[in-house]
């Protein structure tokens, strides 16, 4: 079954890259650190750092997947809230902790293209027809649609097989 997140599906699409920059042990804290998300005892003016691409795809590379928690459209909501924006995803964090669950939440919000609209209206994010490097996007990679990070020609996503990086339709983008 096709459905977004990869709900129901454990195995990385055909041709897809899974990234996993664990090999050598242990993380390197020291660019991973600026991509914790912030307590809530943070403030967006106490968050005054500039996001490292590179880092925020090497943590998600290394978090497992996990419904309602770590899944492609929360992780695209963190991306957010870590270059200073409203948290797209404030009213449904942790509503959910299955598959079921998931497909269910979609379900009910109109699917996934009206949960990442909504999201990024309440984020003040402005849709874009050219998503450049940074933008998020709802895609479709091999008949699938997953909310996405742009890293250029390919999209970056979230799935149970790890961070996966394919080329993708894009369905609608907007710019962080």
């Given at each position: 079954?096709?459905?977004?997140?990869?709900?129901?599906?454990?195995?990385?699409?055909?041709?897809?890259?899974?990234?996993?920059p664990n090999t050598r042990g242990e993380p390197d804290t020291r660019r991973l650190a600026i991509c914790s998300?912030?307590?809530?005892?943070?403030?967006?003016?106490?968050l005054d750092v500039r996001v490292d691409l590179d880092a925020f795809l090497e943590r998600m590379a290394s978090t497992p997947f996990s419904d309602g928690v770590e899944d492609c459209v929360l992780t695209m909501a963190d991306w957010v809230v870590l270059n200073g924006h409203p948290d797209p995803a404030a009213d449904y964090r942790n509503r959910f902790h299955t598959a079921l669950g998931c497909a269910r939440f979609i379900k009910r919000s109109g699917g996934l293209r009206a949960v990442m609209a909504q999201g990024a209206a309440r984020s003040g994010l402005p849709a874009t027809a050219s998503?450049?490097?940074?933008?998020?996007g709802l895609v479709t990679v091999r008949g699938v649609e997953v909310a996405a990070l742009c890293i250029g020609p390919r999209w970056a996503f979230k799935s149970r097989a790890g961070l996966l990086v394919d080329s993708a339709d894009v369905l609608f983008a907007w710019s962080v």
């Open positions: 079954m096709n459905s977004p997140c990869g709900v129901g599906s454990a195995m990385a699409p055909p041709g897809s890259s899974v990234v996993n998300l912030p307590s809530e005892a943070d403030t967006l003016s106490q998503p450049g490097r940074g933008d998020i």
